[in-house]
């Protein structure tokens, strides 16, 4: 009974090790301050809007938030410290949005885009996204690689269609 249990529990240990390396899937991330830097970058212009309407809509909500101005400006410059509309309640300051950030997922050879979140420009030159901490790039081409266990953006879930049926990833995007 004891070496029974034993043996499942290692087995369900190591599942999340074998389905990781069945996973194929490149994964990356890239940050963009225009519209336009994204399309130049090759990503499809209806991905690039997706990914930054969403950013425009969810930075408010998630921007770091300060109680006052000064608190703001030691993170981020005085310049981008504004008050925060989108927080009800006591007054806010939270740093403007300075950019978006767009995924990238590879597999089997079709390239889907996925938009991940605003990112916002520290005092320091680097950018934050709330979504990942810290935010660099690098790369081929600017695209920062990701582990595939690490979330690259919203919808990045591959339909299988059942048991051996055809798979297809959710999110915006086409072919590279």
């Given at each position: 009974?004891?070496?029974?249990r034993?043996?499942?529990?290692?087995?369900?240990?190591?599942?999340?090790?074998?389905?990781?390396?069945c996973?194929?899937?490149?994964?990356?991330?890239?940050?963009f301050?225009?519209?336009?830097?994204?399309?130049?970058?090759?990503?499809?212009?209806?991905?690039?809007?997706?990914?930054?309407?969403?950013?425009?809509?969810?930075?408010?909500?998630?921007?770091?938030?300060?109680?006052?101005?000064?608190?703001?400006?030691?993170?981020?410059?005085?310049?981008?410290?504004?008050?925060?509309?989108?927080?009800?309640?006591s007054?806010?300051?939270s740093?403007a949005?300075?950019?978006?950030?767009?995924?990238?997922?590879?597999?089997?050879?079709?390239?889907?885009?996925?938009?991940?979140?605003?990112?916002f420009?520290?005092?320091?030159?680097t950018?934050?996204?709330?979504?990942?901490?810290?935010?660099?790039?690098g790369?081929?081409?600017?695209?920062?690689?990701?582990?595939?266990?690490?979330?690259?953006?919203?919808?990045?879930?591959?339909?299988?269609?059942?048991?051996?049926?055809?798979?297809?990833?959710?999110?915006?995007?086409?072919?590279?």
């Amino acid at each position: 009974m004891k070496r029974s249990r034993k043996v499942s529990l290692m087995v369900m240990g190591l599942t999340p090790l074998f389905l990781t390396a069945c996973d194929d899937a490149q994964k990356s991330q890239q940050s963009f301050t225009t519209l336009g830097n994204c399309t130049e970058a090759g990503v499809p212009e209806s991905s690039c809007d997706a990914a930054l309407t969403q950013a425009i809509a969810e930075a408010p909500k998630v921007a770091p938030h300060y109680a006052t101005h000064d608190q703001c400006a030691q993170d981020y410059s005085e310049d981008a410290c504004q008050e925060n509309m989108a927080v009800e309640g006591s007054p806010v300051w939270s740093p403007a949005m300075n950019g978006f950030l767009i995924g990238r997922v590879i597999h089997g050879g079709n390239t889907s885009y996925y938009p991940a979140g605003p990112i916002f420009r520290k005092r320091d030159d680097t950018d934050y996204s709330p979504h990942y901490g810290h935010v660099y790039s690098g790369g081929a081409g600017g695209w920062r690689s990701t582990s595939s266990s690490e979330a690259v953006g919203e919808g990045d879930t591959v339909g299988r269609g059942g048991f051996g049926g055809e798979g297809g990833e959710g999110g915006h995007g086409g072919g590279e």
